[in-house]
């Protein structure tokens, strides 16, 4: 299965910062996602990162929020952007055939918000 | 709206039991279901998927029901070991409009040696 690397593994960053997540896989994945699990939660799907067109988002979530880009195949990255405390988190990269196939994760960027 | 339920308290076991893990829902119908295992730190990992006209699936020690008259499915971990210890989520898929995996919360599996 693919390999998947997150980066930075965890952050402390002020409000009303932004910080990048990026999530790079050893080989090339047809349909890349980015989870939100906030603590005492479940995973939540934030969006699909498309190859070379504009992430498809879930109900709630808004590109302004949480710009995603997909350059290639093998990388993508989920901005959080204008951060508060409520966007205290874990952010998961995944990767899989289909929106409802079994996913592979990456191992999380640990988000917290002073 | 969908939902999805699995034991929010610890399961507590002895090494060499069966631990049974419990995942319920309501106002959905799944094509399917998912289990994983989610380390400390760690992402899920995926373990077994079990379609809807399937009743029972194993791998090794590991076995999963799938009933979908009462919308339940219960996993089942034989000859349990403390590196089985870890919290285990069900996912829903493959049903309805929203073409998207659904999580339950999970359910935090503690086996003593």
């Known amino acids: 299965s693919a390999v998947i690397s997150q980066k930075p593994s965890r952050d402390i960053c002020q409000r009303g910062t932004s910080l990048t997540i990026q999530c790079q896989v050893d080989?090339?994945?047809?349909?890349m996602f980015w989870y939100r699990q906030q603590p005492g939660q479940s995973l939540t799907l934030i969006a699909t990162?498309?190859?070379?067109?504009?992430?498809?988002?879930e109900s709630g979530f808004v590109i302004d929020k949480f710009p995603i880009s997909r350059p290639n195949l093998t990388f993508s990255t989920l901005t959080v952007s204008n951060m508060s405390p409520e966007d205290s988190s874990i952010y998961l990269c995944?990767?899989?055939?289909?929106?409802?196939?079994?996913?592979?994760f990456g191992d999380g960027t640990r988000l917290s918000i002073l | 709206s969908q939902k999805i339920e699995q034991n929010s308290e610890a399961l507590n076991i002895q090494e060499g039991k069966t631990a049974t893990l419990t995942c319920n829902y309501t106002n959905y119908s799944p094509a399917y279901l998912q289990w994983y295992r989610q380390d400390p730190g760690r992402g899920p990992v995926f373990l077994l998927l079990?379609?809807?006209?399937?009743k029972e699936k194993r791998k090794e020690r590991l076995k999963v029901t799938f009933d979908t008259t009462l919308k339940q499915s219960l996993f089942h971990i034989t000859a349990s070991q403390p590196a089985d210890s870890a919290t285990y989520l069900c996912?829903?898929?493959?049903?309805?409009?929203?073409?998207?995996?659904?999580f339950g919360t999970g359910t935090l599996l503690a086996v003593q040696p």
């Open positions: 080989s090339q994945v047809t349909m």
């Open positions: 079990i379609r809807e006209n399937e």
């Open positions: 990162a498309n190859q070379g067109s504009e992430a498809t988002y």
């Open positions: 996912a829903l898929g493959g049903g309805g409009a929203t073409n998207k995996l659904i």
């Open positions: 995944s990767v899989g055939a289909a929106r409802n196939q079994p996913q592979h």
